[in-house]
């Protein structure tokens, strides 16, 4: 989701409204009540179903946003992508500790975060023209769906290691 981020503007000075210089605003006002949220609510509901339909939403902001949409919509669909972007990351989080217990992950996840964030638009920069960013969100719609497949897998791999060990 972050090479979304860095492409919002100029994907933003492609389209036309008076809501529309507001999108940043917008998008950080979210931010913050999507942090708040899922701090207070990453122990009170269950984490794979929080995922599962955050993602569902991310992947239907930017297939809408390929499709073509107005500046109010865009607008819109920023402000979500921002609360999603910091609400879903608490239960990443989770996620991973359920998944490791040796909480590697969760010590590691900053890094790797902050590592992809700054290659991702560089690499995604290199695929793209300047007139046409769809490639960005087609590219980005391809990292929302594989993201929960990762998880997934690594999920099931944890729990069949578990077991082994249980019954060695």
């Keep these: 989701m972050t090479v979304f981020f860095f492409f919002i503007d100029p994907i933003a000075q492609t389209l036309s409204g008076d809501l529309l210089k507001h999108w940043l605003t917008i998008s950080l006002v979210c931010q913050i009540f999507g942090a708040a949220l899922s701090a207070w609510l990453v122990e009170r509901i269950p984490t794979v179903p929080v995922l599962s339909v955050g993602l569902l939403i991310s992947a239907l902001q930017v297939a809408s946003i390929i499709t073509g949409v107005g500046g109010t919509m865009f607008v819109v669909w920023t402000g ?89």
């Design 80 to 168: 979500i992508y921002g609360f999603l972007g910091y609400f879903l990351v608490a239960f990443y989080i989770k996620a991973l500790a359920n998944t490791d217990s040796t909480n590697r992950c969760v010590a590691y996840f900053p890094g790797v975060q902050m590592l992809i964030a700054s290659i991702g638009p560089m690499v995604v920069s290199q695929m793209v023209a300047e007139t046409d960013l769809t490639a960005v969100l087609t590219i980005d719609l391809v990292a929302i769906i594989i993201t929960p497949l990762f998880l997934w897998v690594a999920m099931i791999m944890y729990k069949r290691s578990k077991g082994r060990s249980c019954s060695a």
